[in-house]
Antibody, heavy 124, light 110 residues
Framework: QVQLQQWGAGLLKPSETLSLTCAVYGGSFSGYYWSWIRQPPGKGLEWIGEINHSGSTNYNPSLKSRVTISVDTSKNQFSLKLSSVTAADTAVYYC??????????????????WGQGTLVTVSS | SYVLTQPPSVSVAPGKTARITCGGNNIGSKSVHWYQQKPGQAPVLVIYYDSDRPSGIPERFSGSNSGNTATLTISRVEAGDEADYYCQVWDSSSDHPGVVFGGGTKLTVL
């Protein structure tokens, strides 16, 4: 049973850099992409980006200029950095495993499991 | 970019059937996944690939997808089903393929 455990600073000032890490326990690390997803208070889910064990990344175009996702395969961990944060970046940040399935001509992806979430508040 | 539209809220009495819709242009040509999120908790996958259930998810949860609407159906609703539900697709049709989530539906058990 794969489990994700995440941690990082919960209170930042505007212009600082958000930094979170997610550790993967109990399953294969190399066979998947590993994602970051966030949820502003009372709002919906926004995919931030992802990385695989080789370091290949994909980012949400709306955040790409500020996001860096990295991986440490020796520890089965991956990390998120988001620079120049503002109040609009206040959210619960989740890590998650992305699963891919191909059936016929359709390739699709979903997320399971998720980390417990980390509330990051940006305030002066 | 691709947009998924969900009703903000759905209410249902215990024991009845709840249907939560997720609308999108020709969504029937995509695979839809559903997540349940209870207050203060991380989302949990309840349906993947339109209608498949992960292990541990009750048979009361089912899904369908056709035309411009995907539907999550919860039969014999229980108080513990009260939560926010999100649909999700992978959009490969735009210039920037990626993950798309619906805005979420709050299910209230009366």
């Amino acid at each position: 049973q794969v489990q994700l455990q995440q941690w990082g600073a919960g209170l930042l000032k505007p212009s600082e850099t958000l930094s979170l890490t997610c550790a993967v326990y109990g399953g294969s690390f190399s066979g998947y992409y590993w994602s970051w997803i966030r949820q502003p208070p009372g709002k919906g889910l926004e995919w931030i980006g992802e990385i695989n064990h080789s370091g290949s990344t994909n980012y949400n175009p709306s955040l790409k200029s500020r996001v860096t996702i990295s991986v440490d395969t020796s520890k089965n961990q991956f990390s998120l950095k988001l620079s120049s944060v503002t109040a609009a970046d206040t959210a619960v940040y989740y890590c998650a495993r992305r699963i891919t399935m191909v059936r016929g001509v359709i390739t699709t992806h979903w997320f399971d499991p998720w980390g417990q979430g980390t509330l990051v508040t940006v305030s002066s | 970019s691709y947009v998924l539209t969900q009703p903000p809220s759905v209410s249902v009495a215990p024991g009845k059937t709840a249907r939560i819709t997720c609308g999108g242009n020709n969504i029937g040509s995509k695979s839809v996944h559903w997540y349940q999120q209870k207050p203060g908790q991380a989302p949990v996958l309840v349906i993947y690939y339109d209608s498949d259930r992960p292990s541990g998810i009750p048979e009361r949860f089912s899904g369908s997808n056709s035309g411009n609407t995907a539907t999550l159906t919860i039969s014999r609703v229980e108080a513990g089903d009260e939560a926010d539900y999100y649909c999700q697709v992978w959009d490969s049709s735009s210039d920037h393929p990626g993950v798309v989530f619906g805005g979420g539906t709050k299910l209230t058990v009366l």
